[in-house]
């Protein structure tokens, strides 16, 4: 039996080639991930601003909890999953929201919340706007959050949602 000693740093490297592999192995391919934003996009947009609506128009609204506990397995859905390749998911996010569905367009946004608000009793158009516009001032944002494991979505949620 031949005994190989490693340096520290050979070591680490050999280490982090490893990590990197059984990480990609747990990822999914890039298809499958976009599969993951396109089924979850509408319901991402809409609770987003039925949480903001709270924040900047009805502070005491009961549902503001229940909008919350929504959203946030909307965003844990895409945050806790790696795209395989190493690809990352901050451009993934901005070609498929912004480039492909247009998250970064009020009208887009108005269009795809106006019957969640509705459902909701929800029907200044004026509110209906504001909200739609603070979602694509926003957005990029939403994308950081995401992307950024630095980002836990509590932090997130407090610098975006807090109460006043």
């Not at 996010?93 to 009208?107: C, K, V, W």
Request: proline share 2%.
């Amino acid at each position: 039996m031949k005994i190989t000693l490693l340096t520290e740093e050979e070591l680490k490297e050999l280490v982090m080639k490893d990590s990197q592999q059984v990480l990609n192995e747990m990822a999914e391919p890039l298809k499958k991930y976009i599969k993951r934003i396109e089924n979850i996009r509408f319901q991402l947009a809409e609770n987003w601003c039925l949480c903001k609506y709270c924040q900047l128009f009805s502070n005491d609204n009961p549902n503001f909890a229940h909008w919350i506990t929504e959203l946030k397995p909307c965003i844990q859905y895409l945050k806790f999953v790696d795209i395989k390749g190493g690809i990352g998911k901050k451009k993934t996010l901005q070609r498929i929201l912004i480039g492909q569905y247009d998250f970064n367009s009020a009208d887009m946004i108005r269009r795809i919340i106006e019957d969640k608000f509705s459902d909701e009793n929800i029907n200044d158009p004026t509110i209906i706007s504001t909200v739609s516009n603070e979602f694509t001032s926003n957005v990029d944002d939403l994308i950081e959050a995401i992307s950024n494991n630095n980002i836990t979505i509590n932090t997130y949620f407090q610098n975006t949602f807090q109460q006043k």
